[in-house]
Nanobody, 123 residues
Framework: QVRLVESGGGLVQAGDSLRLSCAGTGRTFTESPVGWFRQAPGKERRFVAATTWTGSSTFYADSVKGRFTISRDNAKNTVYLQMNSLKPEDTAVYYC????????????????WGQGTQVTISS
């Protein structure tokens, strides 16, 4: 079992930065790839970024490449999502996920999910 808790969301202005954290518990968390997804009101949950369990490989949605950075500190059982140059279209609930099988870019691949943290970007 893996439990995930996101934090760090909030209300900021366009152009600002935020750093989200995903704290994981459970013996497999540090051995698992971890992903971030987001869901805007009325839209499907979509892939944002993912990292392998070592952090040596990372993957990003085209919409966030060059602005967002995913990283992890396995000693702290935490994965981060640094978000820079935020835009109003980044407004969503952000979720982290763990223990995937298959395509990282799809929600159905991921076994465990956090409860989400709201990110709101004002223009």
């Amino acid at each position: 079992q893996v439990r995930l808790v996101e934090s760090g969301g909030g209300l900021v202005q366009a152009g600002d930065s935020l750093r989200l954290s995903c704290a994981g518990t459970g013996r497999t968390f540090t051995e698992s790839p971890v992903g971030w997804f987001r869901q805007a009101p009325g839209k499907e949950r979509r892939f944002v970024a993912a990292t392998t369990w070592t952090g040596s490989s990372t993957f990003y949605a085209d919409s966030v490449k060059g602005r967002f950075t995913i990283s992890r500190d396995n000693a702290k059982n935490t994965v981060y999502l640094q978000m820079n140059s935020l835009k109003p279209e980044d407004t969503a609930v952000y979720y982290c996920a763990a223990d995937p099988e298959g395509d990282y870019y799809t929600t159905r691949a991921w076994a465990y999910w956090g409860q989400g943290t709201q990110v709101t970007i004002s223009s």
